[in-house]
């Protein structure tokens, strides 16, 4: 997972060789636990096996294939025959504490997985009868209520491993919390008390919880691009992705952050997961930043933050994606569409501010002769430009998102069955693939099946209306102050929560107050969503942050914190589509005055990054202020945030006075600043002050 020098002639420059970063043990996990077991011998066939149904079930659910002969199978029953196949992995591959054995399964994890594939199936068999009668809401017979009860309890100690600790005591208070939704300390929380037998049946039984939204999205659309990212990656399109980005960015100044940023997009466009792509792209690209002179702290900040990227970048984003679409009943094409101008700005923010610390610390590229040629890595991978368009055209101009990347992963395979010889499958290659899927699907389904309770407790007591119109009383109607509150609670619920979690839970409880204000329901979520996601550059957690940090080899907190200041602009960028959904693609006239909207932002994100950094483009080091460059900095930060942010709608002033407001801080500023930036430059060195 290293760059290899060539031997070449002594008249020829050596040229650095990268090497496929992913190899044939990609895996794109959404929670990113660590500490797992690798299943051997029967029990690893026995999950290629499951994940291979896992597949076909999917393929014929999405295509209408009917494998079953005469029989038309419910979509309730294909979930829980996906449930059965994946879900019982869980306690096989996820250990039960930091002491339980790797090399072997304790018996106790067999008993939980025969108990979850038997209740499973249980209910699989009867949720038919149950959609006939009405057990949801009562009269379920006891052996059903009893595998119920054996399916919650297994759900969350399937979110314990998989999203540890944190997630389990987040989500379990609230899946009980019907039992006693009627206790007056509840206050604003109070509603409809259900027994634990109602309860039961609802949570199994309905569309709303386990069988809801969650497990509906990973149903329909989540299998397809993971197979597809999976598929992606094992074809070798990694070393594709970093040999380009090296081509065409090596050169420039500060190149080997600007590859870091291009490179992890690349492979976060395809993958969706963030510390897959830290920790397969960073092995390439921290060690090149830290030769080219980057120190190893702000080489691991640029490749979290360029890797954080993946779950905002379509067309493949991370598995909460397909959450929300499924939320606001939408195509997920509708939210890769709405991604694709606040995933633009925040990747420009980056090249900004990586160009600003280049320009500062006068870091240099690397040098052409050092470089994959461009004809070669074009030559090599040409056909993967091919999958992705078709892919795209799928999604965006026919509107097939269940169906889109099976057709692009089959064009993908036969592509690199007839032109690649290095990346080539075999039968082992078919095996490890299916694995690595099957290992992907366990902790999404153990995560998803247990946080879609959360949706069924709120549904069955009847709360979230309520629970609006008090958010709504307690901001005294005021969108900032509301939009204030969810960011914050979006923040720290992101700390223990995983991003789906997170989003799932703010989506119930926060986004129908936001929505009564009538902010745009597709910028509402999306908003959550990034806020929710913003712990993994965020101390204490910055989960991507470390990871880079043990790669770099730097301190884990100092890592964190210039990953904030490096990613700074990702905390504006959520404000400023819900103040003009047009960033987000909504609203009349969308395209044309989301361009011009795009186009301001950038403008005044080059100041935000120019006064962050300490450098700003046109001006040069503000260092040649003398006293004057840290108020400089905050005049060009606050200038650029005017700028860049949207007017007119909640804002008291319309995007004409917002743009002349930024601009008369800015003007000034940056007038006053080349002044003496040029005057410092003029005078000779003997004369300056110390």
Not at 134 to 155: D, Q, S
Not at 430 to 438: H, S, Y
Not at 631 to 644: D, H, T
Not at 674 to 684: A, E, G, N, W
């Amino acid at each position: 997972m290293s760059a290899s020098i060539s031997t070449a002639p002594q008249d020829e420059a050596k040229r650095v060789v990268f090497d496929d970063p992913h190899g044939a043990a990609a895996n794109m996990q959404e929670a990113e636990v660590t500490r797992v077991r690798a299943l051997r011998g029967a029990w690893r066939w026995l999950l290629v096996a499951a994940t291979a149904a896992t597949i076909l079930l999917c393929i014929n659910q999405q295509f209408s294939l009917r494998f079953f002969i005469g029989y038309t199978q419910l979509n309730t029953e294909y979930f829980y025959l996906l449930i059965a196949l994946m879900l019982p992995f869980t306690f096989l591959i996820f250990p039960g504490t930091e002491r339980a054995p790797l090399d072997r399964i304790p018996w106790y994890d067999l008993v939980l997985f025969v108990a979850t594939f038997a209740a499973a199936l249980l209910l699989m068999s009867n949720v038919r009868k149950a959609a006939e009668a009405g057990w949801e809401f009562g009269g379920a017979p006891n052996n059903v209520i009893a595998a119920g009860l054996v399916m919650w309890v297994m759900l969350m100690e399937a979110l314990r491993r998989t999203g540890g600790w944190s997630l389990l005591l987040s989500v379990l208070p609230f899946t009980v919390y019907p039992l006693f939704a009627e206790a007056g300390w509840l206050g604003p929380f109070r509603g409809t008390q259900s027994t634990i037998e109602q309860a039961t049946a609802y949570h199994v039984l309905s569309g709303e919880s386990l069988l809801g939204i969650p497990i509906q999205a990973f149903a329909d659309t989540v299998i397809g691009f993971l197979v597809f990212g999976t598929a992606l990656m094992m074809t070798g399109a990694g070393k594709f992705f970093i040999n380009l980005a090296f081509a065409l960015c090596g050169t420039f100044r500060g190149g080997a952050a600007k590859v870091c940023i291009f490179a992890s997009g690349l492979l976060g466009m395809m993958s969706g997961s963030i510390i897959s792509n830290v920790l397969t792209a960073g092995t390439m690209t921290i060690p090149v930043m830290k030769k080219s002179g980057f120190r190893a702290s702000y080489a691991g900040a640029i490749e979290a933050c360029a890797s954080t990227g993946a779950v905002l970048a379509p067309p493949v984003m991370g598995a909460t994606a397909f959450v929300i679409a499924q939320f606001l009943n939408v195509s997920y094409a509708d939210v890769a569409v709405a991604a694709i101008i606040p995933a633009a700005l925040y990747y420009v923010g980056l090249f900004m501010q990586v160009d600003a610390y280049a320009a500062r610390h006068k870091l240099k590229g690397i040098p052409r002769a050092e470089l994959p040629r461009i004809m070669d890595t074009i030559k090599d991978g040409w056909y993967y430009v091919f999958v992705i368009a078709l892919l795209i055209v799928m999604l965006l101009y026919f509107k097939r998102e269940s169906h889109a990347p099976f057709y692009a992963t089959a064009l993908l395979l036969v592509l690199n069955q007839f032109f690649s010889k290095d990346t080539r499958w075999t039968l082992a290659t078919i095996g490890k693939f299916l694995e690595v899927n099957g290992r992907t699907f366990v902790e999404l389904v153990g995560i998803l099946a247990g946080c879609g309770l959360l949706i069924g407790a709120f549904s069955m007591t009847g709360v979230v209306s309520s629970l609006a119109n008090d958010l709504l009383h307690i901001a005294g109607d005021n969108p900032f102050l509301l939009l204030a509150m969810c960011a914050l609670t979006s923040l720290i619920l992101g700390l223990g929560l995983t991003t789906t979690a997170c989003y799932i839970f703010l989506a119930i409880l926060v986004a129908p107050a936001l929505e009564k204000l009538g902010l745009n329901r597709m910028a509402v979520h999306m908003f959550i969503f990034y806020w929710g996601m913003l712990s993994s550059i965020t101390p204490p957690v910055a989960i991507a942050s470390f990871a880079a940090a043990g790669i770099a080899g730097s301190p884990a907190m100092k890592t964190g914190w210039e990953s904030m200041w490096v990613g700074s602009i990702i905390y504006f960028l959520p404000f400023f589509f819900v103040l003009n959904p047009a960033l987000v693609l909504q609203g009349p006239s969308p395209y044309l005055a989301g361009l011009g909207l795009m186009g301001l932002a950038a403008f005044g994100t080059l100041f935000i990054c120019g006064g962050i950094q300490g450098y700003q483009p046109f001006v040069g080091d503000l260092r040649g202020t003398g006293a004057l460059e840290w108020p400089f900095r905050v005049l060009l930060v606050i200038g650029g945030f005017v700028v860049a942010t949207p007017g007119g709608g909640i804002m008291p002033l319309s995007q004409l006075q917002v743009t002349m407001l930024g601009l008369a801080i800015l003007a000034p500023t940056v007038l006053l600043a080349l002044v003496l930036v040029r005057r410092q430059t003029t005078v000779p060195d003997g004369l300056r002050a110390p």
